[in-house]
């Protein structure tokens, strides 16, 4: 569901989409339908191929998590280690992200191509 858009993605059955199913879809070339009453900020009328070919696949190329779910768990903090996973199409060649300092908090970042790993429950 994208609100700027009043915009939601569909299967052939009519079935609504989740964003995991949206990016597979988009890399493998499948069908998907985008619902006709989209539009952006109800000012003008959004296309199929604009929405999703356009902006939702650069959207959708790369998507990154905190390895932590939970309260506090990306505000940064002298000492804290804060660690991502980053979910990266198989042409991109995933290589992990060497750990960058920011204000004395420490970002590691893992990629992967391993779709059913970054959709997994925690």
Known sequence: M???HDAYVMNEQGNLLSIEEVRERLLNGKPLLLNPTAN????????????LYRYMAK????LETPVSSEYNAETRADGKHIEYIRLVPLSAKPRSL????????TLTTYATSNAAAFWQKP
């Open 2 to 4: 994208d609100p700027t």
């Open 98 to 105: 060497k750990a960058i300092q920011v204000n004395k908090t």
């Open 59 to 62: 959207n959708l190329y790369q």
């Open 40 to 51: 952006w900020n109800h000012k003008q009328t959004t296309t199929k191929e604009e929405y």
